[in-house]
């Protein structure tokens, strides 16, 4: 029999489940939904005790209204249930501990990291979510992915191995290398594609310009995937990516506790896809608790992952703040968008001055200017009663001459996308600290001794 | 791609596959490479029965 080669013009990875139509897909969420909280019922000592208390069983789930009556788990619940029994995963594990062959855990940067256990079944199903994005995203078995990060006890991009693997792609593990010869990978290789943070995917950029160089615009990658931070659903940051590197940058969220939930296809519609036919996603006003359907109207994403067993994720309350786009993308997938991508956390939102302040608006002013450095700081503090807030940034080589310029329009463009004042402190190219994966660019201080 | 005929045919290879390796895993208390290798193959078929099985009768109701 001859060999027939998968058809590298398909644009989606399964055309039935992307094109479903959205009543079928209403259906299948709910049946899966009903499935995945069945069997936690019957197998979590987490959940069952929690739904009890609720006074809702299985077969009480049987439309989106009742869903929206499953309590919510909250990270700090899978905290308080681990490092016990079954070691180290405690009551939410749902399958026999020598059923579990993948360990990954959360950063921590909210608190003590969550274990995550996995089956090999969680596994392909992580890399089948992976799969949806990369070939979305124009990942064939032509391409040759360098992945420049390091294979450790975090998910990042694990999974994106394993699927550029699955998809047919020659993937080149880049783990223990450091940033400098990563870069001499890519240009031996001829590497045509990678993945990474945003602040890495620039910082590798720096690196090669300031330090080796190279430019990275004619390394040859076509593609970048970000994932691990907001920036590629930031557009300046994004237009900064993709001159930097002369590549597409494509946006993706996803989190050790839920799986990749969303993707950004070659449209670059100004949002991401929510796999719809693998994750339920609501979203929920932070006031009001209501459920939010209409476009245009932000709230903090509660998501369920309708085929992950060992460790079920059901109605989590994740904290991204979304927002449903109006307008369908162009691609004809049925999943629907969100409107730039994943906005923030809602415990990153804070106020300064009475004002909310997402710290995410800050960096789409910074990146949009020209002469300015990718790197920029923000300091909140309070001087007696009351709030100031600092931004740190530095001049490009060759900009000194032009701050007066620079600060003129960063204060006009702060003002207009945050309604604040900002005390603006220029710095030298190069002074302000550089981050390896995910930066921490957002210091409030106001918890500590005032000034 | 859309249609049923194909969605059905898709199903029912999937189905053979996986009756097969059940089969084959059974066989394999005593012999972990068949075992191993066969809840490998499982894993892969639930993929497969994500992607096309569950959407095969979603007109039916529930």
Redesign the interface.
Known sequence: MRRRRVNFDQPYW????E??PRE?LR??Q???F?NIFAWAYERSRLHRPLYDRAGIRPEDIRGFEDIRRVPKVEKAMMRDIQRKDPFPYGDALCVPLDEVCEFRQTSGTTGQPVYQAD???D???WA?CWSYILWSQGYRPSDRVFMPFGYNIFVAFWAGHYAAEKIGCEVVPGGVLDTQARILKIQELKATAMMGTPTYILGMADTARTKMGIDPAGLGITKITCAGEPGAGIPSTKRRMEEAWNAKVYDHAGATEIGAWSYECRHQPGGMHVNE??FLVEIEDVDTGEIIETPGRRGKMVITAL?RLAQPCIRFDSKDVIEWASEPCPCGRTFRLIKGGVLGRADDITKVKGVLLAPVSIEEVVRGIDGLSDEYEVIVDKLGDVDRIKLKVELMPGAEERAKEIENRLKDQLRLKTNLGYRIEFYDYGRLPRYEVKAKRFKDLRKEKPV | MDSETDLAAINARIATLKKTALELKALGADIPCLDRNTARILASLKMLEIGFSDVVDLDSGD
Do not use: F, G, Y
């Open positions: 399964n055309p039935v489940l094109q479903l079928k259906r299948l709910l049946r899966k009903r089956t090999w079944q596994w392909e199903w089948e036919a693998l085929d």
